[in-house]
């Protein structure tokens, strides 16, 4: 049961992630997926069995990822208690957030860091759609008008300085968007990639 929101420590607005082996620390697929469930709600906390409950895996499955992530920061013990004999932890996010701070992404080390980073959103992603799909929780039969629907868009453009303001603050305001608690909604996924690429000359 979560424990009551006077009772937790507030979280802060947003934690820059400034060392490799903290982005090393979410290159895990579900590393990552146990900090988003902590950090979606700070107004909770939560066992490492309960985890184990909404992830459906085995609880001492967690037990090494919880000590990963609160020893990188990224959660904190907030209670704890004694459960027959053992002591029992209830896990908060440190922070509402999450950036990587860009002077991170240079570097062989960094690089190797962001690119298991970025693999395992991917993963994480992909492995939601998939299950959708069994589930039948996406449905993409055009002719039932209950479908739940799912959108994939890949794309690229040539953008001057006020688009890409345009375009980021689009990308914002759907971020923004997942906050919104709705207890008769549809539970959505929300993943947005917007880069500069690299190019072969200079016109291209």
């Not at 802060?12 to 590393?31: F, N, Y």
């Not at 959103?121 to 759609?129: H, L, P, S, V």
């Amino acid at each position: 049961m979560a424990k009551p929101a006077r009772e937790l420590p507030e979280p802060a607005a947003e934690m820059v992630i400034t060392d490799v082996e903290q982005l090393k620390a979410i290159s895990d697929p579900l590393r990552l997926q146990l900090l988003e469930r902590i950090s979606g709600d700070p107004r909770r906390s939560w066992t490492a069995k309960e985890l184990a409950e909404d992830l459906e895996t085995k609880q001492t499955k967690l037990y090494h990822h919880l000590a990963l992530l609160e020893e990188r920061g990224f959660i904190r013990v907030a209670a704890t208690r004694v459960v027959s004999g053992i002591q029992e932890k209830r896990y908060q996010a440190t922070a509402r957030s999450f950036r990587v701070d860009r002077s991170l992404l240079t570097g062989a080390d960094s690089e190797v860091a962001t690119a298991g980073a970025i693999d395992a959103i991917f993963d994480k992603a992909r492995g939601e759609i998939m299950a959708g799909l069994r589930s039948g929780a996406i449905n993409l039969d055009p002719k039932d008008p209950k479908r739940h629907r799912m959108g994939l868009w890949a794309s690229h453009a040539r953008l001057g300085p006020a688009n890409v303001k345009r375009v980021m603050r689009l990308v914002e305001k759907l971020a923004e968007a997942g906050e919104t608690d709705d207890p008769d909604g549809t539970d959505y996924g929300l993943l947005v990639g917007f880069y500069p690429r690299a190019t072969k000359g200079p016109d291209r």
